[in-house]
């Protein structure tokens, strides 16, 4: 169909949902509105839209750091989550490793992604500090650097559109002003820095804290830190794990109560969606027992949270509305990181739609206008 129009649904429309018609034409939103002309197609639930990951490692047993084809499978999984959108996230590995994997994200962006649409790459690392590096690999560590930066995203670097950054490291200033001039979107992670020192980041262009309370120095009253900072500097974008593991559900209800621009991500690795077992993250074994992903050593590796049940979960230990849950998925993380194409149902952007039905769950998954999932 080359005009059709959704009908029946509950619509997320400027902030508040409400029962009208979305018109798609030339895989764009044409109208929003009453009884619209046009093949009209009935669906029951919610629509929103489609919601967008920018920090997913792999699921299905696929892993951004495979390459190309791994790319593709995700792209292919992520709409039966309703995701229209994502960021395939690189580890901390070797240049070789990290250029690899950022030009296999470009190849699915230059031949056009099969599912969800990679939006660009998202780099955590291997600009990281040692002390909080979690489940990365600090041996590949290196200091910030647009001459490193070259090295590692090699003939790819354009589609890097987010870079998880230690901002206290020698060399972090001069990054963060080149890679804000270069439209990067620099987030704080894996990092010791002061709230003194963040604050400071900020004026540099420092613009997202990546997975909130982890991988980070901890709030304390005296020295409120990166978590402080993340909760307090207007400016800052913050990243939430809601999965019930990485923050307790108190801790997500301080931090979007906090006011902060809270954006909800997976980090997901390549169990999502499998087994319990053993698996590979970067080059470092992790046991999932009980969906928990985990090193050796105890540290947490990653999640198998998927972004639709992120947003339920958000509602549920946060106490907010849909309407607020969902723009943490897809109209806020559009807006951080520059996508103004999309995250908004409104006529003129791309008709990135996802239907949940009654139950929360994801009924249809619409990519450039294309039903690409049907539950």
């Not at 798609?24 to 029951?44: S, T």
């Not at 696929?62 to 996230?89: I, K, N, W, Y």
């Not at 090699?154 to 200033?173: C, F, K, S, W, Y």
């Not at 009924?363 to 690409?372: E, R």
Request: charged fraction near 20%.
């Amino acid at each position: 169909m080359e005009r059709f129009v959704l009908r029946g649904a509950q619509v997320l429309y400027g902030g508040s949902f409400g029962e009208m018609d979305v018109a798609v034409e030339g895989g764009r939103i044409a109208q929003v509105g009453q009884r619209l002309n046009g093949d009209v197609l009935r669906v029951e639930g919610y629509l929103l839209p489609g919601l967008i990951d920018e920090h997913i490692h792999g699921i299905c047993g696929s892993d951004a750091m495979q390459g190309a084809q791994a790319v593709e499978a995700m792209s292919r999984s992520l709409v039966r989550h309703g995701v229209t959108s994502f960021l395939p996230t690189t580890m901390n590995a070797g240049v070789e490793e990290t250029r690899a994997a950022v030009e296999g994200a470009k190849e699915v962006m230059r031949a056009g992604s099969p599912g969800a649409f990679v939006a660009g790459v998202h780099m955590e690392g291997p600009f990281l500090g040692e002390k909080y590096r979690g489940a990365q690999d600090s041996r590949a560590n290196l200091p910030p650097s647009m001459e490193n930066f070259a090295r590692l995203a090699g003939g790819a670097a354009d589609v890097v559109r987010l870079i998880t950054v230690a901002p206290e490291l020698p060399g972090a200033q001069d990054f963060i002003r080149a890679a804000t001039r270069r439209g990067i979107v620099v987030s704080a992670g894996h990092t010791d820095a002061t709230y003194e020192e963040m604050e400071a980041a900020v004026g540099w262009g420092l613009a997202q804290v990546t997975h909130l309370f982890n991988g980070m120095n901890p709030l304390h009253h005296r020295a409120p830190g990166v978590p402080g900072a993340a909760l307090t500097l207007s400016g800052l974008a913050t990243q939430v794990i809601a999965d019930g593991v990485h923050l307790h559900p108190a801790t997500v209800r301080l931090a979007v109560r906090s006011g902060a621009n809270i954006l909800l991500i997976t980090d997901s690795m390549r169990a999502t969606g499998l087994e319990d077992g053993v698996y590979d993250l970067g080059g470092q074994t992790v046991y999932v027992s009980g969906g928990v992903a985990r090193l050796a050593a105890g540290n947490l590796a990653g999640s198998t949270l998927t972004l639709e049940r992120a947003v339920k979960n958000a509602m549920r230990f946060a106490e907010i509305p849909l309407e607020e849950a969902a723009a943490m998925a897809s109209s806020r993380v559009a807006a951080s990181l520059g996508l103004n194409d999309r995250g908004e149902i409104a006529p003129g952007l791309r008709a990135d739609l996802c239907l949940l039905g009654q139950d929360l769950e994801v009924a249809k998954t619409f990519v450039g206008g294309k039903l690409l999932f049907e539950r």
